[in-house]
């Protein structure tokens, strides 16, 4: 069996042809029409009605706070367990980043410790769906942030493809945010998008994305701008992995219930709650005691795999301890990534599967 890696994008003919087409009609390479289709498939996929694309899924975040006016000091709630870059766009605009603990059910921010953790100065949520999974009671989020005039922004950079009674994830709160990075289901190399259907926002972070301009190519600044704009190089490969989404999402699904027929039965390993209709899992994670030793044997057998992020009050870069954490602390330590591309064979799944089960007939536990 050759290495099978944790993640791999899959690029095939249709995105390359596109790109020598598009090379070939005379390109200006930077954002134009390209980007336009590629933002009105994202727009259409997920049912919201303003879509942007930006340069990646890290200043679409921030641009999405400095559009709900987002200033220096004011506090945003992010989950301690997430990917570093959701802390690292609201610090960006000097705001206070104040962590809260995940609901150990689907690993998102804990609703009633968002409660608790709601102060006079918190202006924010950012709410991840980390790993296409979401709270149950996500209306809920939604509208107690509401009725407080907080802003729910939701980071789905790993939820796209995945749902939530019909709704599509990122369009619950009042702005949604997608990456297109490498590991996700689809991909353009770096890239990222917002979506809302509040037209005031839509206006905002078109704005704020280029340069504050009033319109694309006009040199009248109504407002402070940045450049976060993309390239219709890379929209060109954007829209033929939309075309492929639909295909990819029944596949992760499929994916996700092997994994799950051929690990239940293992007691050492912990599955975390998915619910496969909805979601479309960007990684498929297993929790256990003595991860790194099964991380290390998995990759002495050609398996890469990959541990948790770490809880991220812990960090030297937040080092701060303001509320408790258990939860996120707990399975950062346990958390491990499987292989998860959505090319995987069902022969690799069993590979996988089996060599974990070698892994604890070895170490001497019962299966
Ligand atoms: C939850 C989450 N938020 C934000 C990002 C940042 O996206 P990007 O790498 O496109 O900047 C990622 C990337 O993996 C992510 O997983």
């Known amino acids: 069996m050759n290495f099978i890696n944790q993640m791999e994008p899959l690029i095939g003919e249709e995105e390359k042809k596109a790109v020598v087409d598009y090379m070939n009609s005379g390109a200006w390479l930077t954002e134009f029409e390209k980007t336009k289709e590629f933002a009105a498939m994202i727009a259409n996929y997920t049912g919201a009605k303003y879509a942007y694309i930006l340069a990646n899924g890290t200043v679409t975040l921030t641009t999405a706070?400095?559009?709900?006016?987002?200033?220096?000091?004011d506090?945003?709630?992010?989950?301690?367990?997430?990917?570093?870059?959701?802390?690292?766009?609201?610090?960006?605009?000097?705001?206070?980043?104040?962590?809260?603990?995940?609901?150990?059910?689907?690993?998102?921010?804990?609703?009633?410790?968002m409660q608790e953790a709601i102060s006079s100065k918190t202006k924010a949520v950012m709410l991840v769906t980390i790993n296409g999974r979401y709270p149950d009671n996500i209306e809920e989020f939604a509208s107690y942030c509401r009725e407080r005039g907080i802003w729910l922004i939701e980071d789905a950079a790993q939820s796209l493809g995945s749902m939530c009674d019909g709704k599509h994830l990122g369009t619950f709160g009042d702005i949604g945010s997608f990456s297109f990075s490498m590991p996700k289901i689809?991909?353009?190399g770096q890239g990222?998008?917002?979506?809302?259907?509040?037209?005031?926002?839509?206006?905002?972070?078109?704005?704020?994305?280029?340069?504050?301009?009033?319109?694309?190519?006009?040199?009248?600044?109504?407002?402070?701008g940045w450049n976060f704009k993309f390239t219709d190089l890379q929209a060109v490969i954007g829209i033929e992995q939309m075309k492929k989404l639909p295909d990819r999402v029944k596949r992760k699904k499929l994916i996700g219930k092997l994994y799950l027929e051929l690990l239940k039965d293992i007691p050492q390993i912990e599955l975390v709650p998915t619910n496969l209709q909805n979601t479309a899992p960007w990684f498929y994670d297993i929790f256990v005691e003595d991860r790194d030793k099964l991380n290390g044997y998995l990759?002495?057998?050609?398996?890469?795999?990959?541990?948790?992020?770490?809880?991220?009050?812990?960090?030297?870069?937040?080092?701060?301890?303001?509320?408790?954490y258990p939860v996120a602390t707990e399975i950062s330590q346990k958390g491990l990534w499987l292989p998860s591309s959505v090319q995987l064979s069902d022969e690799q799944v069993n590979y996988i599967c089996n060599t974990i089960k070698s892994y604890f007939l070895i170490t001497g536990s019962k299966i």
């Open 65 to 73: 706070l400095w559009a709900c006016g987002l200033k220096v000091g």
């Open 75 to 113: 506090e945003v709630l992010v989950p301690d367990y997430t990917m570093v870059a959701t802390a690292n766009a609201a610090a960006l605009i000097g705001c206070e980043v104040k962590f809260v603990d995940i609901n150990r059910q689907n690993l998102c921010m804990d609703f009633v410790k």
């Open 186 to 188: 689809i991909t353009t």
């Open 192 to 224: 990222g998008a917002l979506i809302t259907n509040n037209p005031e926002l839509a206006e905002k972070i078109a704005k704020l994305r280029d340069f504050g301009r009033e319109k694309p190519g006009a040199d009248h600044y109504l407002t402070q």
């Open 299 to 324: 990759k002495e057998h050609n398996i890469g795999s990959r541990e948790f992020y770490p809880p991220l009050h812990s960090e030297p870069v937040y080092a701060r301890n303001t509320l408790s």
